[in-house]
């Protein structure tokens, strides 16, 4: 965490994953945006957790972020079973809108950044309606080849926004903002995964009982059944959680 040395970060396969509650978490990046740092905000969850054991660059991007927030069951449970105090979930999707729903006084502006084509517009159309006074100043698909990003970037560039929201999939959007986050200059950027889909009502969230129930995962794997093939990153998440405890213990 490079600006302040305020949260208490818990060891997860390799990734400091901040132990913050939801209330920590909003006035954190409320004080990152005010610093004008560039700095970048990660969620998460098992399975990001999972690719980083594999993916040097992610794990790297991971650990120099100013904030990771436990997104997800696993990441809460893995912490608790290494033996640290993680106090709740702050799911990605509910660390936007508690941003979103304080931005009106704040005067803060959003860009939206990712998924299909229309679904940003639509996710705007819905921040506008929930949060009046809110300002997206602008929205972009996450569909793109390398020759669109200057453009890309000079049209976040210009809107200037004080936070952008980057809805791209793990790894790529946090390889996009780590890679453009000196030239973008944007105070705060928050990768978001599936989080416009959702504003947007493409694609539904897990009902309260599931997600209290910690089966938001199960949901999502038979809403989209495309992603029930990532759902076996969970037992390996587990037990990698679990024998590196075994390793520590011994050491
Ligand atoms: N996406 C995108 N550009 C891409 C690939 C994916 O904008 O090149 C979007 C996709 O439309 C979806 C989001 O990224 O809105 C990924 O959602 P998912 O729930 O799969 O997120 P993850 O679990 O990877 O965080």
């Known amino acids: 965490m490079g600006t302040f ?14 132990a913050v ?7 954190f990046v409320e004080k990152l945006i005010d610093a004008k740092k ?19 660059e992610l794990k790297e991007i991971l650990n120099a972020a ?13 912490a608790h079973h290494l033996g640290y105090e993680m106090p709740e979930r702050v799911a990605g999707f509910d660390l936007v809108q508690e941003i979103m ?37 602008g929205t ?20 200037a926004p004080d936070v952008l929201i980057a809805a ?8 996009w903002l ?25 694609v539904k969230r897990a009902p309260r009982w599931m997600q209290r129930a910690k089966l938001e995962w199960l949901f999502r794997a038979l809403l989209q059944p495309r992603r029930a093939g990532r759902l076996i990153a969970l037992p390996q998440f587990v037990f990698k959680v679990h024998a590196s405890k075994n390793k520590s213990n011994k050491n």
């Not at 304080?102 to 309606?129: D, N, Q, T, W, Y």
């Not at 928050?190 to 959702?198: A, E, K, Y």
């Open 38 to 56: 560039n700095s970048i905000v990660a969620t998460a969850n098992a399975e990001m957790l999972m690719r980083a054991t594999h993916d040097g």
């Open 66 to 78: 100013e904030l990771v927030v436990p997104d997800g069951a696993g990441t809460v449970w893995a």
């Open 101 to 137: 729903k304080i931005a009106p006084i704040k005067s803060r502006k959003f860009f939206l950044f990712g998924s299909a084509p229309g679904v940003a517009e639509k996710a705007k159309e819905k921040a506008e309606s929930l949060y009046p006074g809110i300002k997206i100043v």
């Open 178 to 202: 780590a890679a453009h986050k000196n030239e973008l200059n944007v105070p705060v950027s928050i990768g978001v995964g599936g989080t416009l889909d959702v504003m947007a009502g493409v």
């Open 21 to 27: 509650t939801m209330a920590e978490a909003v006035e």
């Open 140 to 159: 972009r698909n996450g569909y793109f080849s390398a020759s669109d990003e200057p453009e890309i970037i000079a049209q976040i560039k210009s809107a």
């Open 5 to 18: 040395q305020m949260n208490k970060r818990v060891e997860i396969l390799g990734v400091k994953v901040d």
């Open 168 to 175: 791209l999939g793990v790894p790529k959007q946090e390889k």
